[in-house]
């Protein structure tokens, strides 16, 4: 199998069956700290280490971490925040073994994303955020995004991971393209007589970002389909930061791992934070997770790093984002010991639901692939319906939705006119 530019990619089957030939099945340690700074008080986070699942090969444990910047109020930040995690977990069925689970969770998440912005957005009310979900398994590092906050990955053998995508208008050329095509208008704030300021944004609503969840004021064009990315780290482990914009605004990746190295993961983040508020000021709440993946019984420090290429190395990763990420401004040493497993960033539900997915028991006939109602037969609506493309899968072909979530499909497509919307402007 190969990914873009003929770089060679491991599927997860033959990656796990490693671990098993190798005896490396032992899980890491996860050591995390966390530290934010506020000033609007609309940052959330979670903190879920060791969550317990039953699969069909047993018990097994997994951890997560969200980061949620809200605007525009906190009702949005703290609904995904106590519902997103169940929203993804009831997407993946429950007698998947271990290679199962991990290779539905990318299409769970989309699944969990898209239901908690359909239920919030019933609530009538127009706050949104922007989510950065990291689900850890084993080895197994699977992070979704939408917005502008980041994750970066520094593995032990050196360089920068960068596992989530920047949905700012301002720099995301692709975004811009998809919102107008739906019905949206993309510029600056207008101050009259034809000057412009600021930020590129989305009218109505002047909304900076492309992607969230809520947003109902602005329209359905700001999507909540999260772009996803899922790598395997070796078991020397490594260091993720998860930060708002708060953070990436003041330091690049590099300053910010480089500020915190050699501390524990406790000292980290609350370090990295002081560091942006020392280079900006405290303009924005400025939020910062750290979460070290340790080999077992390593003390709780950083993970070394080498910050220079080690030789003889042949790079395998990694398949390009079908996004632009605009702060990826230079290339970056990725060696051939984090495996890329995944990557996937269209906005489509159409592409992200598909039935190119292994498991036939991952969309179920009568069950929606989004909200999990139950559809009563003839009533459900394929993914694919309108579809007419030679050779690809057909309107008979599952996933279904059900008729509010194939609803919220046309709208976030630009097919339906949404008709929710108001002037009001953001922040975010």
Known sequence: MFGHGGHHRVPLAVLLKRELVNEKIEKPEIVYGQASQSKKGEDFILLKNECQRVM???????????????HNGTAAAIYAKENLLNNVLSAIPSDLNREEWIAALPRALVAGFVKTDKDFQQKAKTSGTTVTFVVIEGWVVTVASVGDSRCILEPSEGGIHYLSADHRLETNAEERVRITCSGGEVGRLNTGGGAEVGPLRCWPGGLCLSRSIGDMDVGEFIVPVPHVKQVKLSSAGGRIVIS????????????????????????????????????????????????????????????????????????????????????????YVE?????????????MLSERLETKYPLCNMFKLFICAVCQVEIKPGEG?????????PGKLCPWDGPFLCSSCQEKKEAMEGLRKSGRHSGSDSDD
Request: aromatic share 6%; net charge negative.
């Open 56 to 70: 069909g090969d047993g018990v097994s444990t997994f951890s997560v971490f969200g980061l949620f910047d809200g």
């Open 244 to 331: 708002s914009d708060g953070v990436w605004d003041a330091l690049t990746p590099e300053m910010a791992l480089d500020c915190c190295r050699g501390m524990s993961a406790e000292a980290a983040a609350p370090h990295i934070v002081n560091e942006a508020l020392q280079a900006k000021g405290l303009r924005d709440d400025t939020t910062c997770i750290v979460v070290d993946m340790l080999p077992q019984e390593q003390p709780h420090t950083t993970v070394r790093t080498h910050k220079k290429p080690m030789k003889g190395i042949m790079k395998i990763f990694r398949k390009k984002s079908s996004e632009s990420s605009s702060r990826t401004k230079q290339e």
């Open 381 to 389: 609506i394929s993914i694919h319906a309108g579809k007419t493309i």
């Open 335 to 347: 060696p051939d010991i984090v495996w890329e497993l995944y990557e996937e960033g269209s906005a």
